[in-house]
T-cell receptor, first 115, second 117 residues
Framework: AQSVAQPEDQVNVAEGNPLTVKCTYS??????LFWYVQYPNRGLQFLLK??????LVKGSYGFEAEFNKSQTSFHLKKPSALVSDSALYFC?????????????FGAGTRLFVKA | GAVVSQHPSRVICKSGTSVKIECRSL??????MFWYRQFPKQSLMLMAT?????????EQGVEKDKFLINHASLTLSTLTVTSAHPEDSSFYIC?????????????FGDGTRLSIL
């Protein structure tokens, strides 16, 4: 079975500094990887995905993620954090199941950006 | 972009009441919708996968008779929490694909916070 791990419950960053939210995965085939963001009392919003191709994937709100096959990682990054980036971030992997697809979410990492 | 509308956003009701939550895909057809439950400071727990025109597929440990799911059309799925009790209080989120391939992202509703007194 596929799985995804987010080793940090919380990440604290000062505004303007670069941020990284870590994610590692375990898959049996080619990984289909996603990042989502959740603001308080809201559903999740899609940020970016890696399916194939360039290892550096660019997404919404200036975020990007780097796919590293040897380290089985898919860390989320942003060169300069904003206070408004403070939210809960989920890494996810998509697997095939029963003729359809199932998404496995990580436990989530709460990002705090301080002004 | 694809939009999923979930209603109501918040429900407060007495123990023993049944509560219906609606999930609509506004600008795309969703053959598959998902229902999640999220506890405070925890990740999403998949409750069931809802397929249009057929019975929902429930995850292990989720009571089918407690959480009734109906997916009557390509744009609407409903979750009914029957005879709700305080332990059913949670944040429920629905989600749908706008496509049918593995690479399509999921689109989420804004969730329903259910509080059972």
């Amino acid at each position: 079975a596929q799985s995804v791990a987010q080793p940090e419950d919380q990440v604290n960053v000062a505004e303007g500094n670069p941020l990284t939210v870590k994610c590692t995965y375990s898959v049996s085939g080619n990984p289909y990887l996603f990042w989502y963001v959740q603001y308080p009392n809201r559903g999740l919003q899609f940020l970016l995905k890696y399916i194939t191709g360039d290892n550096l994937v660019k997404g919404s709100y200036g975020f990007e993620a780097e796919f590293n096959k040897s380290q089985t990682s898919f860390h989320l990054k942003k060169p300069s954090a904003l206070v408004s980036d403070s939210a809960l971030y989920f890494c996810a992997v998509r697997e095939e199941e029963g003729g359809g697809f199932k998404t496995i979410f990580g436990a989530g990492t709460r990002l705090f950006v301080k002004a | 972009g694809a939009v999923v509308s979930q209603h109501p956003s918040r429900v407060i009701c007495k123990s023993g009441t049944s509560v219906k939550i609606e999930c609509r895909s506004l600008d795309f057809q969703a053959t598959t919708m998902f229902w999640y439950r999220q506890f405070p400071k925890q990740s999403l727990m998949l409750m069931a996968t809802s397929n249009e025109g057929s019975k929902a597929t429930y995850e292990q440990g989720v009571e089918k008779d407690k959480f009734l799911i109906n997916h009557a059309s390509l744009t609407l799925s409903t979750l009914t929490v029957t005879s709700a009790h305080p332990e059913d209080s949670s944040f429920y989120i629905c989600s749908a694909y706008s496509g049918s391939t593995r690479e399509q992202p999921q689109h989420f509703g804004d969730g329903t916070r259910l509080s059972i007194l």
